[in-house]
């Protein structure tokens, strides 16, 4: 039973362009949504997070977005750069008990 | 600040075998989830330690057993491995600032394990 979801395994953007990127939930109990990027050889490293009370925020050039009827999260990366391409984890929280979906690769040609 | 360390690196061991992965939190952090990532999955958590004790679990069979030291450190232990648990894991560190409420998840670089 995956109750996050990362449908899509890979997206290409060219630079400068917005990249999107989605996840799907199923357990209303997540309280808290979080993106991670993750590296070859390195841990996931935390991007941005959005309480399930918010519908949005934003970081630079990283902005989340929050559909709780929809039970979609979606992360924006504008504009995409080449040193962004790596595999991106949506991440739902639960108490402290993190669920992973199973990322997706974004890869940012030049 | 050193982050979140984790020893050793790569670790190679035979079906059967018992494994130590061991975690350092970062500074400042007192709570420890480990986490297993198998080939082109996302991480799933295995367990987490607060004051030295197990408080979260997740779906993982009791071959798989941690400890937490007065100094927040961390093992994590794997008997009578199985090929299938060959993947990286993952400690990350958090600290909990009340009862349900943790700052987020700092992670280490991973441990590989290779079962054959």
């Known amino acids: 039973d995956q109750q996050v979801k990362q449908n899509s395994p890979s997206l290409s953007v060219q630079e400068g362009r917005i990249s999107i990127l989605n996840c799907d939930y199923t357990n209303s109990m997540f309280d808290y949504f979080l993106w991670y990027k993750k590296y070859p050889a390195e841990g996931p490293t935390f991007l941005i997070s959005i309480s399930s009370i918010k519908d949005k925020n934003e970081d630079g050039r990283f902005t989340v977005f929050l559909n709780k009827s929809a039970k979609h999260l979606s992360l924006h990366i504008v504009p995409s750069q080449p040193g962004d391409s790596a595999v991106y984890f949506c991440?739902?929280?639960?108490?402290?008990?993190?669920?992973f979906g199973k990322g997706i690769t974004l890869s940012v040609r030049p | 600040d050193a982050g979140v360390t984790q020893s050793p690196t790569h670790l190679i061991k035979t079906r059967g075998q018992q494994v130590t992965l061991r975690c350092s939190p970062k500074s400042g952090h007192d709570t420890v989830s480990w986490y297993q990532q198998a080939l082109g999955q996302g991480p799933q958590f295995i367990f987490q330690?607060?004051?030295?004790?197990?408080?979260q679990r997740g779906n993982f069979p009791d071959r798989f057993s941690g400890h937490q030291f007065p100094n927040y450190s961390s093992e994590l232990n794997v008997n009578a491995l199985l090929l299938g648990d060959s993947a990286l894991y993952l400690c990350?560190?958090?600290?909990?600032?009340?009862?349900?409420?943790?700052?987020?998840?700092?992670f280490g670089p991973g441990t590989r394990l290779t079962v054959l």
């Open positions: 330690y607060y004051e030295e004790e197990e408080r």
């Open positions: 990350a560190s958090s600290q909990k600032i009340r009862e349900g409420l943790y700052n987020e998840q700092f």
């Open positions: 991440a739902a929280k639960a108490v402290s008990k993190l669920t």
